[in-house]
């Protein structure tokens, strides 16, 4: 059973930095691709970054040029560096990946990310 579990979340005063790590497990495929998404309080979740299994990655306006998403294949993790953080930045974040689907079809139970002003 794939599981995917997400660390390195936490509080930080505005401007800081977080590292956020997803750990996949319980597979013996390789991922078609993976992403961050989250999740603040009252809001929808949002899709924060992606990156495909070739290394192509995408990202929301909103994080472009502050978060870098990679990927480690032979440690089966998932990465998101977040700089120069902003309390709109304030959320859960969740792991997520697909496999021969159009759509994300596994999910962590998230890590929250609170950022200070």
């Known amino acids: 059973q794939v599981q995917l579990v997400e660390s390195g979340g936490g509080l930080v005063q505005a401007g800081g930095s977080l590292r956020l790590s997803c750990a996949a497990s319980?597979?013996?495929?390789?991922?078609?691709?993976m992403g961050w998404y989250r999740q603040a309080p009252g809001k929808q979740r949002e899709l924060v970054a992606t990156?495909?299994?070739?290394?192509?990655?995408n990202y929301a306006g909103s994080v472009k040029g502050r978060f870098t998403i990679s990927r480690d294949n032979t440690k089966d993790t998932l990465y998101l560096q977040m700089n120069s953080l902003k309390p709109e930045d304030t959320a859960v974040y969740l792991c997520?990946?697909?496999?021969?689907?159009?759509?994300?079809?596994?999910w962590g139970q998230g890590t929250q990310v609170t950022v200070s002003s």
């Open positions: 997520a990946a697909r496999y021969r689907t159009a759509s994300f079809n596994y």
């Open positions: 319980g597979s013996n495929f390789e991922f078609n691709a």
């Open positions: 990156i495909t299994a070739a290394g192509i990655t």
